[in-house]
């Protein structure tokens, strides 16, 4: 069973760095194929595709926030990063971790994390 | 790459059939078999319900069926029920090896 949970601080101040951490289960992100990939929601919109890595280090930016996106990964601790710079009060919103395979880009999703940005 | 276009609403009866469309362009829907569809109820996390095109996962009800059409993707869901209110959320692959969403359509049943 596939599950991802995704960590970090839920209160950030503008101009600030976030970080966030997927820890999953249920799969390896050495498989071939595999991707962890990031997605956010802000309150009552829609959903905005961030980031996304595979299990070949490849890794692939959303066009509009490329310049404030870094996504990682530690395969030994089944673990993604996403950091994201410069945060504004625009960016509030729910973050999810998803599991990547295939032609989706996301089948199975974490809880989410809302993050908050403000002073 | 611009976020794929969907209604803002659509709805119908118990029993009845609905259809979402989703258009994007040849650079992402109409350039690739790869539109997704995700369901999405309140407070809880998009659930997979349709992927390349037509696909259901495993434990999707088969009431749930995609489609495309040139650069227009379609979720159709028939036999409508009180459960399938609901948020949903169309996805592609993009030439940029992206991926771009649409901007979500709510469904209401009567």
């Known amino acids: 069973q596939i599950t991802l949970k995704e960590s970090g601080p839920t209160l950030v101040k503008p101009t600030q760095t976030l970080t966030l951490t997927c820890t999953f289960s249920?799969?390896?992100?050495?498989?071939?194929?595999?991707?962890v990939g990031w997605i956010r929601q802000p309150p009552g919109k829609a959903l905005e595709w961030l980031a996304l890595?595979?299990?070949?280090?490849?890794?692939r930016y959303s066009p509009s926030l490329k310049s404030r996106l870094t996504i990682t990964k530690d395969t030994s601790k089944n673990q993604v990063v996403l950091t994201m710079t410069n945060m504004d009060p625009v960016d509030t919103a729910t973050y999810y971790c998803?599991?990547?395979?295939?032609?989706?880009?996301?089948?199975?999703w974490g809880q989410g994390t809302l993050v908050t940005v403000s002073s | 790459q611009s976020a794929l276009t969907q209604p803002a609403s659509v709805s119908g009866s118990p029993g009845q059939s609905i259809t979402i469309s989703c258009t994007g362009t040849?650079?992402?829907?109409?350039?690739?078999?790869?539109v997704s569809w995700y369901q999405q109820h309140p407070g809880k996390a998009p659930k997979l319900v349709i992927y390349?095109?037509?696909k259901r996962p495993s434990g999707v009800s088969n009431r749930f069926s995609g489609s495309k059409s040139g650069n227009t993707a379609s979720l159709t869901i028939s036999g409508l029920q009180a459960e399938d209110e609901a948020d949903f959320y169309c996805?592609?692959?993009?030439?940029?090896?992206?991926?771009?969403f649409g901007g979500g359509t709510k469904l209401t049943v009567l």
């Open positions: 996805s592609s692959y993009t030439s940029s090896g992206n991926w771009v």
């Open positions: 040849s650079s992402d829907v109409g350039g690739y078999n790869y």
């Open positions: 249920g799969f390896s992100l050495s498989s071939s194929g595999v991707g």
């Open positions: 390349d095109v037509s």
């Open positions: 998803t599991h990547k395979v295939g032609g989706t880009p996301g089948d199975c």
């Open positions: 890595i595979y299990w070949n280090e490849d890794k």
